[in-house]
């Protein structure tokens, strides 16, 4: 295959697995605000389906990263580009906290989010975009932070 | 026993949600995480747009056709603009610091076994859960 049509057909499965996850975030009942803020109120009326979209989700993509193990590279490009980090650190869980927050104030993740978005809520428009402008403004200030921080 | 019709849909909407992310890591090599996607697309660097860009189109279209098939699966929840827009920067922010949000770690992470994917999600379902608490259970 060319580097060209090769390109092009990475861009087709990207453009495929985007509208399989649209469609399944829509089955699984993540684009509903309120049950997903159903799911996080453990303690009144507890609504525990979400759990089964991460048992599902995860039962479909751990069985395949078993299988994907065994082969060298994926079958598009040169190598898997995975995470391989495995400690903890303070960055991490801090960031994971703060996103925590957000979920549970709007009942929105950046997927369903971005999903919502056909339906022309102003809730989904204004969480989107708040959420891009958060994105970036942490991306350029990142840095800086870290600049000043190795200074003192 | 009569199993709930939703947890029916959940499993079935997950297998699609793990299917999408198959075959993005299979075929492309790629982690299906969103926040990481848009992020890659606030910062483009050459070559690598592309496929964000196509993904996030077809994540739009998939919520398109949904819309189409059953409108009832999408509602907006009970929260005033102010605050969804406090969500959003926090959600945008965490995201961007945490490296990863509900599909890249609470999906992608913990199905390849990562320790720091498993505690970041324990973390962001605990924060969200205690923030539900804390707002009454659905804050306007």
Redesign the interface.
């Known amino acids: 295959m060319t580097p060209r049509a090769r390109?092009r057909?990475?861009?087709?499965?990207?453009?495929?697995?985007?509208?399989?996850?649209?469609?399944?975030?829509?089955?699984?009942?993540?684009?509903?605000?309120?049950k997903v803020?159903?799911f996080?109120?453990?303690?009144?009326?507890w609504?525990?389906?979400?759990?089964?979209?991460?048992?599902?989700?995860?039962?479909?993509?751990?069985l395949?990263?078993r299988l994907?193990q065994g082969r060298p590279?994926?079958?598009?490009?040169?190598?898997?580009?995975?995470?391989t980090?495995?400690?903890?650190d303070v960055?991490?869980?801090?960031?994971?906290?703060?996103?925590?927050?957000?979920?549970?104030?709007?009942?929105?993740?950046?997927?369903p989010?971005?999903?919502?978005?056909?339906?022309a809520?102003?809730?989904?428009i204004?969480?989107?975009?708040?959420?891009?402008?958060?994105?970036?403004?942490?991306?350029r200030l990142?840095p800086l932070v870290t600049r000043a921080l190795k200074r003192s | 026993m009569d199993i709930p019709l939703d947890w029916i849909r959940a499993l079935q909407g997950g297998a699609l949600i793990g299917l999408s992310a198959s075959l993005l890591l299979g075929l492309n090599g790629r982690v299906m995480g969103i926040s990481g996607i848009v992020g890659g697309l606030l910062a483009p660097s050459a070559g690598d747009v592309a496929w964000r860009a196509l993904f996030i189109a077809g994540l739009v279209g998939g919520g398109l056709v949904a819309l189409a098939l059953m409108p009832g699966a999408f509602s907006a929840g009970s929260a005033s603009l102010g605050l969804v827009l406090l969500a959003g920067l926090l959600v945008g922010v965490g995201t961007r610091i945490g490296n990863g949000c509900t599909s890249g770690h609470g999906v992608c992470g913990i199905s390849r076994f990562s320790p720091r994917s498993v505690a970041a999600t324990l973390t962001f379902i605990g924060t969200g859960a205690l923030t539900v608490l804390l707002t009454g259970g659905g804050a306007r």
């Not at chain 1, 989010?113 to 339906?119: E, F």
């Open positions: 390109e057909a990475q861009g087709v499965v990207a453009l495929l697995s985007g509208v399989l996850f649209g469609l399944g975030l829509a089955v699984a009942g993540m684009t509903r605000a309120e803020i159903g996080l109120n453990f303690f009144r009326g609504d525990p389906s979400l759990m089964f979209v991460m048992g599902g989700a995860i039962a479909v993509h751990a395949a990263w994907l590279s994926p079958l598009l490009s040169a190598r898997f580009l995975v995470p980090r495995r400690d903890l960055r991490l869980l801090l960031g994971a906290a703060i996103f925590g927050v957000g979920w549970g104030l709007g009942g929105f993740c950046p997927g989010g971005i999903a919502s978005l056909p339906t809520a102003p809730t989904a204004v969480f989107v975009l708040a959420m891009l402008a958060g994105s970036y403004a942490t991306a990142d």
